[in-house]
């Protein structure tokens, strides 16, 4: 059992360090505290099983990785938390200056507070334990330089019994302490049953190449299916949604006027709890909602509208799709709707109102907001398409019409007179 | 430590037996003290308040006692080695559930006599003017119930006898077979102890609310149990230790053990407290949100619902998470009465609250809630000594005793 035991000559390759081999946790452990007694840092001991109190017989100290994991562990609290406050409950309008797909949005489900812990903790409990766990097995791989493809102590033939019955301590030469002979010394007298000099690997530290084969193919695989999403994004196709698993944006429910046996009156569709009301359907502003101020029509905008420019711009926009097509673009009543009736000689067609009338003029504002909402002889209701705002901003914009086809030279800027023929 | 331990050494707990008589008969008259007053007490704050008073107490030192009977079956399922020295204490504390079984008696002879008592579905004229409890009366009736409880104390009772009486007769005759039969019968009886205890934790807690359930209520109770247990048993070794017995056989690396299991289950307790919440929070349906209404509905019990969420949880979570504390025994003890408080008050926010529509008592903490815990706690503190006056307070020849010895901490 003794061969072996002289270090190799200088000539051979070059010495990675010395290994003693042992017979017994017992005298691993006396081992272990002759070699920490020595000075040495940077050595290690191997053995088929956890030892007790090896720690301290090598000298090492706790380790720092829990500081780790604790680091981590509250930043996946802090990242829950902050995912949750941006996706669900962060003001888009505070933010407007990014992009709009980087903004959050108010995001409310069946009446709940945006943001709320008792909600959110979930999701904040499963970051922090994902990244308190990931922190703990790749912190503790890579604090142990681990992984490696390749050590030279695996070459050693007596070290394949370290998973069975035999117990070692290595010293590297990198050891600042180390010194062939001396630590070869040391090492044989400490009791072991042999010491012997590892050589530097004189394998090329290449990865195996059947390794690269399998790497290569599987980041090709990995590279699928974001071009798969890429390729839903940037194109279109007429086919359905593929549902993998039928989520809710599928499921089985209740339509209306559908029979429902749990309710006494047999319906599925719920009136609306006596005394209460919806959510943003409280009208209690008659001057906004209905035009009306102590009972008379308002003649001036609801205090909360500002009237600017883009404000008549939008009651544009809005009156051209609504309005023009009976009223006409210029408001006098001429709207293709009318001219093609009035072609075709249609029976009880009534031409529409001429807006920019006097009568209209002086209408007050309530009185067509009204018009709008209601209707008017044939003219169908608008309040179900028309928002209360656009309503206003359609008269808005109805004022200004009159206002042109009604000007007088001083109303024109005096730099475009000239223009004027 | 050295495994080989001489048998005098092992045997040196013997010299309690004196001191334990003391602490057993000292206790036995405090208790008794303690239920007389809790009754003069009960006679002045009404039946009601009584009852109440006594359940919750009632609770608190059966939950210890089961925590216990769970410990001692783990050990054996698990075949663990480093708890051998602890487990004989744990057998102790399980062996108090006779005792208990009587002490149940009390609540549950105005059920037979057919007198109103603590809950609500028993009593006829509620019944008759309740749809929900007439549906339910299949299973919430007095025979059925009265049945129920007494197939959950006959499986305590025998669990917990075979246990103790198996481990104390090894000492004598050291036989391992008996290491093997109690192993054998950890598996089946770890099953009924699951089902007794969740469908105990169902009857007498969660049917204080008849219209009320929640799925999880068991599980509730049972982490519940746990926390006490285990902070009952730091404290029972330290104050065991404090008294000179134990010093070799249970080291720092058992307290920190015992740490580990305390904060586990703190978190467990948590974890589960908070999923029944959350999910009713969630959902908001009357038929769910009706338990927590009166446990937040005015500032005392806003203020016990938030004294829970932070001194049963928050504040041990912190204390306990390092590994400090927990290798520093009186440290840990001090954890360990504070958590036994939290686990009283974490009992006292599920029993005394009335159903919510029902008229709460003119004060929400009574005289009664104190005597009668100074009178069950002194009886079961009884129970559990006594034994010490005849038994070891080590498993002295169970085979894997010098594990436990040596046992330390990786």
């Known amino acids: 059992m003794k061969h072996g035991t002289k270090p190799r000559p200088p000539a051979g390759p070059e010495l990675h360090g010395l290994l003693a081999e042992f017979d017994s946790p017992g005298a691993l452990l006396t081992a272990a505290e002759r070699v920490r007694d020595a000075g040495y840092t940077k050595w290690d001991t191997h053995s088929p099983f956890p030892v007790h109190g090896i720690d301290e017989a090598m000298g090492i100290r706790r380790t720092r990785l ?96 370290a998973t069975t019955d035999r117990f070692f301590v290595f010293i590297t030469a990198a050891d600042p302490k180390f010194n062939a002979t001396r630590t070869h010394h040391l090492l044989s007298g400490l009791g072991g049953s042999a010491v012997e000099s590892v050589a530097a690997s004189s394998e090329p530290a290449h990865l195996p190449r059947s390794l690269i084969y399998a790497t290569t193919i599987v980041i090709c695989l990995l590279l699928l299916p974001p071009l798969f999403v890429a390729k839903a994004r940037f194109t279109k196709s007429a086919e359905p949604r593929i549902q993998l698993i039928r989520d809710m944006g599928n499921q089985e429910r209740y339509k209306t006027q559908q029979v429902h046996a749990l309710f006494v ?31 008379d029509w308002a003649t001036t905008y609801p205090p909360q509208l500002e009237i600017s420019e883009s404000f008549v711009r939008r009651g544009q926009q809005r009156f051209n799709i609504y309005c023009a097509a009976c009223h006409g673009l210029g408001g006098a009543g001429d709207g293709i709707v009318s001219q093609r009736a009035l072609a075709r000689d249609t ?14 003029i002086e209408r007050p504002l309530g009185h067509i907001f009204n018009t709008i909402t209601n209707g008017i002889r044939t003219m169908p209701p608008y309040g179900d398409q028309i928002p209360e705002q656009d309503r206003w901003a359609i008269i808005a914009y109805v004022r200004a019409l009159e206002r042109s086809q009604n000007a007088h030279l001083e109303d024109v800027p005096v730099e475009l007179r000239p223009e004027l023929r | 430590m050295n495994p080989n331990m001489p048998q005098s050494e092992l045997s040196a707990s013997r010299d309690f037996r004196r001191p334990a008589a003391r602490v057993a008969g000292v206790a036995c008259v405090v208790g008794i003290a303690g239920l007389a007053a809790g009754v003069a007490s009960g006679y002045s704050a009404g039946w009601e308040v009584f009852f109440r008073s006594y359940l919750l107490n009632y609770s608190f030192v059966l939950s210890l006692a089961l925590g216990a009977l769970f410990f001692v079956l783990l050990q054996h399922l698990v075949r663990a080695g480093w708890s051998v020295s602890l487990r004989r204490l744990a057998e102790f504390a399980a062996g108090t559930l006779p005792v208990l079984a009587l002490l149940f008696l009390p609540l549950v002879i105005p059920l037979w006599k057919g007198m109103p008592g603590v809950w609500m ?90 219209h009320w359930f929640s799925t999880i209520w068991g599980v509730y109770f049972f982490s519940g149990c746990l926390v006490g247990f285990f902070a009952f048993l730091a404290l029972l070794v330290y104050l065991i230790q404090g008294r000179g017995q134990l010093a070799s056989h249970i080291t720092v690396e058992h307290y920190h053990d015992i740490g580990k299991l305390a904060f586990g289950f703190v978190v467990f307790w948590a974890y589960i407290a908070f ?32 004294l829970l969420l932070f001194g049963h949880f928050v504040a041990p979570f912190l204390a306990l998470i390092s590994r400090g504390p927990k290798r520093r025994p009186g440290l840990l003890a001090l954890a360990a009465v504070w958590l036994l408080l939290m686990h009283w008050l974490d009992l006292y926010y599920i029993v005394t609250p009335r159903p919510s529509g029902f008229a709460a008592p003119a004060a929400p903490l009574h005289l009664t809630d104190l005597t009668l815990f100074v009178g069950l706690g002194g009886l079961f503190v009884a129970a559990l000594v006594w034994p010490m006056t005849r038994w070891s307070l080590i498993p002295e020849r169970d085979p894997r005793l010098p594990e436990a010895l040596a046992f330390r901490n990786i």
């Not at chain 1, 703990?136 to 330089?145: K, R």
């Not at chain 1, 029976?347 to 209209?360: A, D, H, I, R, Y």
């Not at chain 2, 919430?140 to 006898?161: D, G, K, S």
Request: hydrophobic share 50%.
């Open chain 1, 66 to 161: 829990p500081w780790l994991v604790f680091v981590f562990g509250v930043l996946g609290c802090v990242t829950g938390l902050a995912l949750q406050w941006w996706t669900n409950a962060s003001d888009s309008r505070e933010f407007s200056f990014l992009p709009a797909h980087l903004q959050g949005y108010a995001f409310e489900i069946g009446g709940k507070p945006l943001f709320s812990l008792p909600a959110n903790i979930p999701v904040i409990f499963e970051l922090t334990v994902l990244l308190a766990a990931l922190a703990t097995v790749i912190g503790m791989f890579a604090m142990n330089n681990l992984p490696r493809h390749h050590a030279p102590l695996l070459a050693q033939e007596r070290f394949k019994r």
């Open chain 1, 265 to 295: 009156d047999n319906r599925a569709m719920r009136p609306q709890v006596p005394g209460t009301v919806a959510r943003g359907d409280l009208r209690d502003d008659a001057h906004y909602y209905e035009g009306k101020v102590s009972g």
């Open chain 1, 347 to 360: 029976p009880g067609w009534t031409v529409p109102t001429s807006l920019v009338n006097q009568t209209v």
């Open chain 2, 121 to 210: 579905w028993s009593a006829p004229d509620v019944v008759a003017a309740d749809p929900v409890l007439q549906a339910k009366a299949a299973y919430l009736n007095v025979p059925f119930f009265l049945a129920r409880c007494a197939f959950y104390f006959l499986v305590w009772c025998v669990l917990a006898r075979y246990y103790l009486h198996q481990s104390v007769a090894q000492d004598t005759d050291g036989q391992p077979r008996r290491t093997l039969a109690m192993q054998w019968w950890s598996a089946p009886g770890m099953l009924l102890y699951g089902l007794t205890v969740t469908f105990f934790a169902i009857d007498a807690l969660m049917s204080l609310n008849p």
């Open chain 2, 275 to 306: 999923s029944q919440y959350m999910l009713i929070w969630y959902a908001n349906i009357p038929e769910e949100t009706v338990w927590y209404l009166p446990r937040q509905g005015d500032t005392w019990w806003l203020s016990v619902s938030l």
